[in-house]
């Protein structure tokens, strides 16, 4: 973190484009070891391996050799699992429409 966002609170919003840009570009490149999605209470698989992206002003998640999730990273809402493995993204999906769609994305583990 830098001075500026430690003396300004730069990027403390939960709601400003800039937050939601931070998030994005901590979750850019991180490697995916599955992919799934609620549904009627069970969480279904929906992708297994990939990648989580920036492009332009999009957010995108790739797995399976498709694009899962596609959406306007001011329309992102992003947040880490408690055990720091993977994350849940939510927003309006480019791909169906705009329709709500909610993932949680969990990363392939790299020993540090």
């Known amino acids: 973190m830098s001075i500026f966002k430690k003396i300004f609170g730069i990027g403390k919003n939960p709601d400003s484009y800039a ?5 994005a570009k901590e979750l850019h490149g991180q490697a995916v070891k599955y992919v799934t999605e609620r549904n009627d209470g069970n ?5 297994r391996g ?3 992206a920036i492009h332009e002003d999009k957010f995108i998640v790739d797995s399976s050799g498709d694009r899962i999730f596609v959406c306007y990273i001011k329309d992102l809402e992003a947040s880490w699992l408690m055990s720091g493995n993977g994350a849940v993204i939510s927003g309006p999906n480019l791909l169906e429409d705009g329709k ?3 993932v949680t994305v ?7």
């Open 19 to 23: 937050y939601r840009l931070e998030r």
């Open 43 to 47: 969480d279904d698989i929906i992708g």
């Open 50 to 52: 990939g990648a989580l």
């Open 100 to 102: 709500m769609k909610t």
């Open 106 to 112: 969990h990363f392939v583990y790299h020993r540090k």
